[in-house]
């Protein structure tokens, strides 16, 4: 279940502190080698968050699982982050489910910056610099990124409120 108030009644989990979307037309998905779509995308959250790149805590991923697709966003993170903060991609245990999956993303977002804690990763080894720590230091800022068919990209920053 998510929810989301304007004006909320009891206490929040998290709030959306930035948004930004992009589209590019690089072939039948839409992504292009770099990922210029989520580059601008997660660029654009960030600028409406007001934070830098350095005070998001973790990201949650697209990760469809797809070999231009994965790679493209990777680069697109690379662009951004001087250092990758850890990266969480959840699609590997319920598969891809369209429409709601962003909405997944933000309920799994909220989870961890709750819990403190990200699930292990089946895509990258230890030691690889998106694994990163599995307890986090910090829990202020997630990044939930998400691809669409037509070349579509969007990025939401949710900032912790407990």
Known sequence: LLLLESEPTQPAIAEIAGCGAA???AGLTGVSAE???LYLAVKRALATAGIDAEAVDFIVGHGA???KGDAAEMRAYSRIFPKLPPIV????CFGHSLGASAA???ILACEHLRSGE????????E????FGPRRLSRQR???VASMGFGGNACAIVLQNTL
Do not use: I, M, R
């Open 23 to 25: 589209s590019e037309q």
């Open 35 to 37: 990922g210029d779509a």
């Open 65 to 67: 699982g797809t070999v």
């Open 89 to 92: 991609l959840h699609k590997w």
């Open 104 to 106: 997944q993303s933000l």
């Open 118 to 125: 990200l699930p292990p990763h089946p895509y990258f080894p």
């Open 127 to 130: 030691g690889h610099e998106a």
């Open 141 to 143: 800022y997630a990044l």
